[in-house]
C-alpha cells in the first residue's frame, strides 16, 4: 500500500508541476539548510523535490519554507504546526493519507509518541 501511495503522489505531483516554483537554493528558509537532521532529499529533478522527513516525538522543526506540494503521510502522529502570522494548531496525521498543501513558512512540532514520516512533494518549474 505504501508504494501505490508513494507512486500516486510522485504521479500527482509530476502531472501538476507546471507552473509552481522553489524557493531558491540559497534561500535561508530552506527545510535543508535549517532542518537537515530530519527533512533528507530523496529524489530532485527539474519538476520536482521530494523530501523524506523523519521527525522523532517531541521534535521541533525550526522555522522554514516549502513551496506547494503535497505530503504523504507513512506513520500516524501529531503535528503541532505553527505557520507565519497564526496560532498553533495540532493535527493528527494517518498512516496512508496525503494531502496538497498550499507554500508555507511554518515550524512543526511532533507532539504525540510516535515519530512522524513524511514523503514532501514539493513542486517547481
Do not use: C
Not at 537554493?25 to 535549517?34: A, C, T
Not at 522523532?56 to 503521510?73: D, F, I, L, Q
Not at 503541532?80 to 494517518?94: A, F, I, M, N, Y
Amino acid at each position: 500500500m505504501k508504494a501505490r501511495i508513494l507512486f500516486a503522489g510522485l504521479g500527482l505531483a509530476g502531472l501538476a508541476a507546471a507552473g509552481f516554483a522553489l524557493s531558491p537554493p540559497d534561500d535561508p528558509l530552506d527545510p535543508i539548510r535549517v532542518a537537515g537532521d530530519t527533512h533528507k532529499v530523496a529524489l530532485e529533478n527539474k519538476f520536482v523535490r521530494v523530501l523524506d522527513v523523519h521527525l522523532p516525538p517531541g521534535k521541533v522543526e525550526p522555522r522554514h519554507r516549502h513551496p506547494h506540494g503535497m505530503s504523504v503521510y507513512f506513520t500516524d502522529w501529531d503535528a503541532k504546526v505553527t505557520p507565519d502570522g497564526r496560532p498553533s494548531e495540532v493535527h493528527h496525521r494517518q498512516a496512508g493519507t496525503f494531502a496538497w498543501n498550499e507554500a508555507v513558512v511554518h515550524s512543526v512540532e511532533n507532539a504525540g509518541n510516535t515519530e512522524g514520516h513524511i514523503l514532501r512533494i514539493e513542486l517547481k518549474y
